[in-house]
Every structure is written in C-alpha cells, then in structure tokens.
C-alpha cells in the first residue's frame, strides 16, 4: 500500500518567512521508486520539481510553482561501512538525528555547521558549513549520491562511479536531480575542547592569521557598533569529557543567547536608536568558559531567534581588509544592526560549486532580525564583498547572477554543461535557478 501524501499543499514558507510558494500539489514518498514515479508524473503534466527539507535557505532554491517533494519519510542509516569508514543515510534525515546515531555508533563527521536542523540533502546541495582549518564543508565530507534524474531514473554517483556527476552534485543546488541517499566519511568519535572567550575586534584582526593557523576550528562573531568580538576555538582532546553544566549551558545557551537576545531584538525593533547600546551590552554578556565533549555538542549550538542572512565567501588572505571596510562602513553610517557578523574559514576544495572550490575561503555573516528591513545593511556589505571577488552561499540573500557567478567560479561552465546533460528541460527549475545559472 503505497504511503504517499499528495493533493493541494497550500503556501509554503521558509524559516525566516522572506520567502513564499504555493505549489500545485505537494508529495511526500515513502520510497526511492515513489521519488521516481512523482518525478515522471511532474514531467507528464508539465510541472517542474522541487525537494525542500526543513527551509532554513533564506533563497527560493527550493521555491516552485509546480511539485513539491517533502522528504520527510526519506529518513534514516541505510548502512554503516566501518572498514571504509562511511556511513549512507537517506536524505530527508535531518542532521541532528544523523549526529545522535552516529554517536550512539561511536562514531562522528569531522566538522559540521553551527546548527543542526538541516536535512542532510539540504544542508549539502547548498553548501553549508562550519569553520576549519583543515577540515572542509559537509559536502566536502561526501563520499557517494544517489539521485533521480529528470526521467525517473535513479543514477549512483561516486569518484568511480559517474564521477564527473558526483564532483557537481555534491553542492547541486537541486539543479541536477533530486538526491535521495548520501554516503558520508566518518571517523571513531572523538573529543573536542572548546575555548570561547572576548577579544577586542583590533586584536582578532592583528592576530587572525595565528589564531586561524593555530587552531583546527576557529570563528569569532563582532558586535557592530563596538570593538568586541567573541571568539571560540575548538581543538582535539584526550579528555576526558566535561561538557557545558546544565545550569551554566541553560543560562548562557538558552537564556542569554536566546531568550534575552530575542527580547533585546525586539526593543531595538521598536527603538532603533537603543541599539549600539544593546549592542554593547550584548558583546559583553557572554564570560569565557573551556569545556570538552563530543563534535556535535561542541559545533552546534541552538539559534531559536529568527532571522534573514547574507553570506560571501572571499579569499582567505581578504578577509582582514573586508572586515575593516565593513566597520568602517556601519560606522559611518545611519544602519543599526542588532545582529553580529559570524566569522568562519575552510580550506580549498574540488567542488564544482562550493564556495571554497580551488582557494581558501574565509566567511563574512551578516544578519538583521526577522521584520527588520535589512535591504540597505546587505546592499551595502554585498558591495564590499563583491569587491574582493566574494561567492555567495547559495542558501543566503544575494543579488549576484549568472554573469557574476561565472566569473568567480572557475568551474562553472563545467556544472552547467552537465545540467545541460541531465535537465535539458529545466524539470528541477525554478526562478532562483535561472538567475544564478542562466536559462
């Protein structure tokens, strides 16, 4: 008996509710052949497709007008290979889940992003990431795919396997196919120790290139308005494990950085002017604390006030100017910005599409509260970032084309062949699509 819900699907929204879509019909397959037999029946119709996990890309990538497969019962460890040191999960999996199995396995991915609410497909086809040295995105920790392609068929995709597929699809944007299973690299379980603390922004910025060659994971966020950053380095460890206390991980996690965060948001909200102040006040509120424990519980960390975010990757070597003219230009200007900008590096990769493929990158976040008009703080930051060649994440506001992309990523026209190749008729389109990749 097949399990598949389909009809009307109503509006959709995303996390942050900038973006909206109202689909023919939504799907929801309980099986790789269901996947398939929806994407047959789309194209019959004459409807494009889109998979959409949890929402959390601030962009319409996954926003269509015609089917919209949830991958919600697409969830799960197929299998778990020790002696290759891999794991195949289902791609409606969110990542929290894949994170807590793998654990209960003794096992773990070498780095992840700073939330886990992602499915994994999702979090992967746009490139999400955390920060490191040496270790790169959750992309770069793919090993195989499988998808559908745009006549039902269902394609493998490994470096042996259609390997000109897997270098693409490993950050497709959905443009190639819908992923129904990745294989991931995975090692034993190991222990991660923590060190956040305060750093004037001047000292982060004099220091970066020791603290960035110094430590295997290391990001900061700056407080606009101040000269305070909050820094954290993560690093191996032998142990033993001392995580967060409940009380202590309650208080700064949850009441600090979300619940009294989300109330000083809404008073800069209503009061525009009461922000450098909260800014300030919120730079130091945080104290320094060192506690060791295992990848996800050190990586990730709840983020319950919503918001709208713009990403650039620029050249790792960039990012000390970039960061200085970003100051310079929230100084000199009438912008308040409750939010602090997120710092993150990764080294270079071999992906067709990632921001980091062939130079090490380096990550400038900005973010404004969910209501809150960002248009003038991110025109004027994209600004910034287009000027030292920045790449968009793919799942955060831009206003970057075709044109642009093709000349920041020197194997663009390598994807965009093969989606010639694989949707010639732009099954997986959607407007978004079309104005990053061209027609």
């Given at each position: 008996?097949?399990?598949?819900?389909?009809?009307?699907?109503?509006?959709?929204?995303?996390?942050?509710?900038?973006?909206?879509?109202?689909?023919?019909?939504?799907?929801?397959?309980?099986?790789?052949?269901?996947?398939?037999?929806?994407?047959?029946?789309?194209?019959?119709?004459?409807?494009?497709?889109?998979?959409?996990?949890?929402?959390?890309?601030?962009?319409?990538?996954?926003?269509?007008?015609?089917?919209?497969?949830?991958?919600q019962l697409l969830t799960g460890i197929r299998g778990i290979d020790r002696a290759a040191g891999t794991v195949t999960v289902e791609a409606?999996?969110?990542?929290?889940?894949?994170?807590?199995?793998?654990?209960?396995?003794?096992?773990?991915?070498?780095?992840?992003?700073?939330i886990m609410e992602q499915t994994v497909s999702g979090a992967t086809s746009t490139g999400t990431h955390g920060t490191g040295r040496d270790?790169?995105?959750?992309?770069?920790?793919?090993?195989?795919?499988?998808?559908?392609?745009?006549?039902?068929?269902?394609?493998?995709?490994?470096?042996?396997e259609n390997p000109d597929v897997f270098s693409a699809a490993r950050i497709g944007l959905g443009a190639l196919g819908i992923i129904t299973?990745?294989?991931?690299?995975?090692?034993?379980?190991?222990?991660?120790?923590?060190?956040?603390?305060?750093?004037?922004?001047?000292?982060?910025?004099?220091?970066?290139?020791?603290?960035?060659?110094?430590?295997?994971?290391?990001?900061?966020?700056?407080?606009?308005?101040?000269?305070?950053?909050?820094?954290?380095?993560?690093?191996?460890?032998?142990?033993?494990?001392?995580?967060?206390?409940?009380?202590?991980?309650?208080?700064?996690?949850?009441?600090?950085?979300?619940?009294?965060?989300?109330?000083?948001?809404?008073?800069?909200?209503?009061?525009?002017?009461?922000?450098?102040?909260?800014?300030?006040?919120?730079?130091?509120?945080?104290?320094?604390?060192?506690?060791?424990?295992?990848?996800?519980?050190?990586?990730?960390?709840?983020?319950?006030?919503?918001?709208?975010?713009?990403?650039?990757?620029?050249?790792?070597?960039?990012?000390?100017?970039?960061?200085?003219?970003?100051?310079?230009?929230?100084?000199?200007?009438?912008?308040?910005?409750?939010?602090?900008?997120?710092?993150?590096?990764?080294?270079?990769?071999?992906?067709?599409?990632?921001?980091?493929?062939?130079?090490?990158?380096?990550?400038?976040?900005?973010?404004?509260?969910?209501?809150?008009?960002?248009?003038?703080?991110?025109?004027?930051?994209?600004?910034?970032?287009?000027?030292?060649?920045?790449?968009?994440?793919?799942?955060?506001?831009?206003?970057?084309?075709?044109?642009?992309?093709?000349?920041?990523?020197?194997?663009?026209?390598?994807?965009?062949?093969?989606?010639?190749?694989?949707?010639?008729?732009?099954?997986?389109?959607?407007?978004?699509?079309?104005?990053?990749?061209?027609?």
């Amino acid at each position: 008996m097949s399990t598949t819900v389909s009809g009307k699907s109503g509006t959709w929204r995303n996390w942050a509710g900038n973006v909206t879509a109202r689909p023919v019909r939504a799907v929801t397959p309980a099986s790789v052949e269901e996947l398939s037999a929806a994407v047959r029946k789309a194209a019959e119709d004459g409807l494009r497709v889109k998979a959409v996990g949890t929402g959390h890309s601030f962009t319409a990538t996954a926003a269509t007008d015609g089917v919209l497969i949830r991958p919600q019962l697409l969830t799960g460890i197929r299998g778990i290979d020790r002696a290759a040191g891999t794991v195949t999960v289902e791609a409606g999996t969110p990542l929290k889940r894949l994170n807590t199995a793998l654990a209960r396995e003794g096992l773990s991915l070498t780095n992840m992003g700073d939330i886990m609410e992602q499915t994994v497909s999702g979090a992967t086809s746009t490139g999400t990431h955390g920060t490191g040295r040496d270790s790169g995105s959750i992309a770069a920790q793919i090993k195989g795919l499988e998808l559908v392609t745009a006549d039902g068929s269902v394609l493998t995709c490994s470096e042996r396997e259609n390997p000109d597929v897997f270098s693409a699809a490993r950050i497709g944007l959905g443009a190639l196919g819908i992923i129904t299973a990745i294989t991931f690299a995975v090692e034993p379980l190991f222990l991660l120790t923590a060190r956040e603390e305060p750093m004037p922004f001047e000292k982060v910025l004099a220091e970066f290139d020791e603290l960035w060659a110094e430590n295997e994971h290391f990001e900061f966020y700056w407080f606009p308005h101040t000269g305070n950053t909050n820094t954290k380095r993560n690093n191996r460890s032998l142990g033993p494990r001392r995580p967060i206390g409940q009380v202590s991980g309650w208080f700064e996690d949850e009441f600090l950085s979300n619940g009294v965060f989300h109330v000083a948001n809404l008073v800069g909200q209503a009061v525009p002017a009461t922000i450098p102040a909260i800014a300030r006040i919120s730079s130091r509120a945080l104290s320094a604390r060192t506690y060791t424990d295992i990848p996800y519980q050190v990586f990730t960390s709840p983020r319950r006030v919503r918001f709208v975010e713009m990403e650039y990757a620029v050249p790792r070597e960039a990012l000390v100017e970039t960061l200085r003219e970003l100051k310079t230009m929230v100084d000199r200007s009438d912008l308040r910005v409750s939010f602090p900008v997120e710092v993150r590096t990764a080294p270079a990769d071999d992906i067709a599409l990632s921001t980091a493929s062939g130079r090490d990158s380096a990550y400038v976040a900005v973010h404004m509260f969910r209501g809150t008009p960002y248009q003038a703080y991110f025109t004027a930051a994209e600004r910034i970032f287009t000027a030292h060649e920045g790449r968009p994440h793919w799942g955060k506001v831009h206003t970057r084309d075709a044109e642009y992309l093709a000349k920041t990523y020197p194997r663009f026209g390598e994807f965009t062949a093969l989606r010639d190749r694989l949707d010639p008729d732009r099954l997986f389109g959607n407007d978004y699509l079309r104005r990053v990749l061209g027609d």
